[in-house]
């Protein structure tokens, strides 16, 4: 039974999902309960939202929207929203059929990636349609028809001939599983500045102390509308923002969330989230970051191969060229873990800082080399010249500092301005040796009990990387923390046997 209520804005914040509360009544006349999804109408919108039943908050005849829906839609309070129950999904359908072992078609993945994007679809059923990455599993159709859907459930932007450069658009992206995120803010600004088109999208951390996303903010705004990015790009050749403040791929977004929750994500949903996110951003160049090694996401060699054969073959099929970099992880991406300490690292490379990261800016010239060569930018075998000196020069700073202004920051810190928490505790080394390998998951794990991403001060610093050589007494990692409560959290994580391995 389908029927209209009026709107009460709820002061409630925002979430990520569209929330509404029904009064208890209405909620029975309407068929549904807590927990369940109604079909609301804003006029020409419509949402698919999830159910909160109240005897108080709102009244019979109310529908509570929550600030995610009024804020965005500009819904004034009394606005008359229409009400009904959804038809049940085909979605459904298709995922029953996947967790029996049947194969998909292109419209069943086509409809499970649009019912997923407008969250038709429960975060349980979700759910179910992930486990299906890992039992039974897709076939090479499937996972090109599942991209070609998700890319396809949202915006596709295109930046062809932007800044004159044709249809040419360049971007790198990490599978992840290495602490330390500094690359991409450094990287960027000297492809930009060497003259590639890169609107690079991140993401929020998931399973990592910190997403490239959540260290950019620190210093800019990373939230930007699709106009914003188009603005930004015409203006610097270049943007840093977060995926998710646009309907790029949103299936892919829906997802995520259900992943962080379960903590788990597989080879193929990260083929397919990364491959579709490029098709919305009109990607005509990428280089995957292929990181690999013990205590990473991808531990095998054997694994990393395998990705290095699909991304290529994905990608091509999308008309994507596709360059790879394979690299065995010993420890994390920088000597630095934590929002901003992260982000002050980047900064050191940029401003040519004395105390800089030495091992973090190789790996930074060499993305570099690789993208400027294989877009033709420079001929094979002087891209590490023309990036280094694109960083000597400062062209690279200056740009980094010219997108972060496009994109809404107020005033232009140095690496030094940005603080790290103020309490603070050393890990000393119970040994002398020289230090083999760093656990990146025992890092994740300390940086998360400090508090990270969202206490963005929190953090650790690596004074003894793999390769270096230690004395018993030698500080190993100090970290940081905002409360007593947090140092001790971190303190009782800090297991040198777990976190180092040392050279026999």
């Not at 590639?196 to 260290?215: E, Y």
């Not at 400027?372 to 001929?379: A, D, G």
């Amino acid at each position: 039974m389908s029927f209209y209520l009026r709107s009460k804005n709820l002061d409630l914040g925002e979430d990520n999902d569209f929330n509404i509360v029904l009064n208890r009544k209405d909620a029975e006349r309407l068929g549904v309960r807590e927990g369940e999804i109604a079909v609301i109408g804003l006029g020409e919108i419509e949402l698919h939202a999830d159910v909160m039943e109240t005897d108080s908050k709102v009244a019979e005849g109310e529908i509570g929207l929550f600030e995610e829906i009024w804020k965005h839609y500009n819904i004034d309070n009394g606005y008359s929203v229409f009400v009904d129950i959804p038809q049940p999904s085909k979605s459904l359908e298709a995922i029953s059929k996947k967790l029996l072992g049947h194969d998909l078609t292109e419209k069943d993945l086509e409809q499970i990636m649009a019912d997923i994007g407008s969250r038709k679809l429960r975060e349980t059923e979700i759910a179910f349609f992930i486990s299906t990455f890992f039992n039974p599993g897709f076939n090479d159709n499937e996972i090109y028809w599942m991209t070609k859907g998700m890319a396809e459930s949202g915006d596709i932007l295109s930046f062809k001939g932007i800044r004159g450069n044709g249809e040419l658009v360049a971007d790198k992206h990490s599978i992840g599983g290495v602490a330390g995120k500094a690359i991409t803010p450094t990287l960027v600004p000297i492809l930009v500045a060497g003259g590639l088109i890169v609107p690079n999208t991140s993401t929020r951390a998931i399973t990592s102390p910190a997403g490239t996303s959540d260290i950019l903010e620190v210093v800019m705004p990373v939230a930007l509308s699709k106009e914003k990015v188009m603005d930004v790009v015409k203006q610097t050749g270049g943007c840093m923002f977060w995926g998710g403040s646009l309907e790029l791929s949103p299936a892919d977004d829906v997802i995520i969330n259900v992943e962080r929750s379960l903590r788990i994500q597989e080879f193929q949903k990260v083929l397919v989230s990364i491959v579709a996110k490029k098709i919305s951003m009109g990607v005509t160049n990428i280089l995957i970051d292929l990181p690999y090694g013990k205590g990473s996401k991808v531990e095998k060699a054997d694994d990393v191969a395998m990705l290095d054969r699909e991304f290529k073959k994905l990608f091509k099929k999308f008309n994507i060229e596709c360059e790879t970099i394979k690299r065995v992880i010993k420890g994390p991406d920088g000597r630095s873990v934590g929002p901003n300490l992260e982000i002050k690292e980047a900064l050191k490379i940029l401003e040519r800082h004395e105390g800089k990261c030495e091992e973090l800016e190789d790996v930074i010239i060499e993305m570099a080399t690789r993208l400027f060569e294989s877009t033709k930018v420079v001929p094979r075998g002087e891209g590490k010249k023309f990036a280094r000196e694109i960083l000597d020069s400062g062209k690279a700073l200056d740009k980094f500092w010219e997108i972060a202004f496009a994109q809404g920051a107020v005033k232009k810190l140095n690496s030094e301005d940005i603080k790290h928490a103020n309490l603070e505790y050393d890990l000393l080394s119970d040994r002398d040796g020289v230090i083999n390998t760093i656990n990146n998951i025992q890092l994740v794990t300390i940086a998360r009990g400090l508090g990270n991403p969202n206490i963005k001060e929190a953090g650790l610093y690596i004074h003894k990387m793999p390769g270096e050589s230690v004395k018993k007494g030698d500080k190993l990692i100090t970290i940081y923390a905002t409360t007593e409560g947090r140092l001790e959290n971190g303190k009782g994580l800090m297991n040198i046997e777990k976190i180092y391995t040392f050279k026999q």
